[in-house]
């Protein structure tokens, strides 16, 4: 069987991946199609194509065409399992890892919606620098295949140094040569498997992070994923991980507290 897949990131990780290596584990996967990027997130398919250079809002063609729903069906349905297969011994740091994923860019066609401003950033470098070795991710948009969403510049890169936070693009480009990193993607799935411990925001970005074990606390004002809580459903599925979520950004910064 073929798995062909241009959707968007989020539904490729929730909805197409854990299909295709069901397929692969019951020995009827023969080839997988999608976007640039991504054969590092396909490394079970013997006949992987990277063919696409733009993502689509688009529902793949797999058994869960949406998850927009609290519970998936889990019939046809096995997430890989990253975080055994990307360990490694590039990333380690005296203290514990911490990953923060922001994002700021065009949501729903309408002004950004679901992200961490710099106010609640710098609380929150505030309260782990001194406990944690922060990685802060917010793609450039040349590290990533874009869809619908214009990227907006959130000026926060000043704030980074200030409480010796790593920014991960600059990481990326310092060990790609040095650790044959191939790409963005493999990066973060390199950086992520020796993480325990994740701070995101909703889309796709927060789906990555649950895929690690540990536990990840996702900031989430608006989304499909309130309505049907797919919070406390599916997304603690992918890795059992601790999935975690706040609103407003005063209970998001009370719960890093709480858990952190």
């Known amino acids: 069987m073929e798995v062909d897949c241009q959707c968007e990131f989020g539904y490729e990780l929730q909805l197409v991946i854990p299909y295709a290596y069901y397929l692969y584990k019951n020995n009827l ?24 250079n733009k993502r689509r809002d688009v529902n793949p063609n797999v058994p869960n065409k949406s998850p927009h729903l609290k519970e998936l069906n ?34 729903w066609k309408k002004p950004p919606i679901n992200f961490i401003d710099k106010n609640t950033l710098i609380e929150i470098f505030k309260f782990c620098s001194n406990k944690y070795t922060i990685v802060y991710i ?22 980074l140094s200030l409480y010796n936070v790593i920014d991960g693009n600059e990481l990326y480009e310092k060990y790609k ?8 993607n493999h990066f973060q799935l390199l950086i992520h498997s020796n993480c325990n411990h994740f701070i995101s925001v909703q889309g796709g970005n927060s789906v990555l992070a649950s895929y690690f074990e540990g536990t990840n606390i996702i900031f ?14 599916h ?17 998001f910064v009370n719960l890093i507290k709480s858990k952190f």
């Open 29 to 52: 996967l023969n080839k997988t199609t999608s976007s640039f990027f991504t054969k590092e997130l396909y490394y079970f398919s013997k006949n992987h194509q990277e063919k696409y």
């Open 74 to 107: 889990y019939e046809k349905y096995i997430p890989p399992p990253y975080k055994n297969i990307y360990k490694n011994n590039y990333f380690l740091y005296n203290k514990p890892l911490l990953i923060i994923h922001n994002k700021f860019n065009k949501e």
């Open 138 to 159: 917010r793609p450039k948009s040349n590290n990533i295949i874009m869809d619908n969403s214009d990227i907006y510049n959130l000026d926060e890169t000043d704030i």
């Open 177 to 184: 040569e040095e650790y044959n990193i191939n790409n963005f």
């Open 220 to 233: 989430a004002k608006s989304g499909s994923e309130l309505k049907c809580d797919s919070y406390n459903g």
């Open 235 to 251: 997304y603690k599925k992918y890795s059992n991980c601790n999935v975690l979520h706040a609103n407003n950004y005063t209970d």
